[in-house]
């Protein structure tokens, strides 16, 4: 009777202990990836709609008398489309408007898995960008 009862406990520490380390290893692997093709897709059309800006700013501009508008006034001017409310192919697009000019910058949804690197455009129509580690690019990063 001692054996059978040590058995059902031998084996009930057993199980106990490999249902723990089923647990820690799905807790230890990593988040899913986007394909590095996908995600270099994603930065190149994240480019392409920074040109589409440009081109919008500049559409503007001479409509209005040389001022700059927000993606909002843009969108609603139906000089660039957006269907998503800000958000396109994995990136997310901000357009600030200050005196004599506009800064436009893209930035991955989900940085290492929708994009990797950050992209910036202002009246200059150069566009700059850097892995910025999910962080807006800047005047100041290498143009692309």
């Not at 040109?51 to 660039?80: H, K, M, W």
């Amino acid at each position: 009777m001692k054996s059978l009862l040590a058995r059902g406990l031998l084996l009930s520490l057993i199980t106990a202990w490999a249902s723990a380390c089923a647990i820690q290893t799905k807790q230890e692997q990593p988040p899913p990836q986007q394909s590095p093709l996908v995600a270099a897709a994603n930065e190149t059309a994240a480019m392409a709609r920074l040109r589409s800006i440009a081109t919008a700013e500049a559409r503007y501009g001479v409509e209005t008398g040389g001022e700059y508008g927000t993606l909002d006034q843009l969108i609603q001017n139906r000089y660039i489309g957006d269907p998503s409310g800000g958000k396109l192919s994995g990136y997310v697009y901000e357009i600030r408007v200050r005196p004599g000019g506009f800064q436009a910058t893209a930035v991955p949804v989900k940085f290492g898995v929708t994009g990797t690197r950050s992209f910036y455009l202002d009246e200059t129509n150069i566009i700059r960008g850097a892995d910025k580690r999910g962080a807006p690019a800047t005047a100041s990063d290498p143009e692309v």
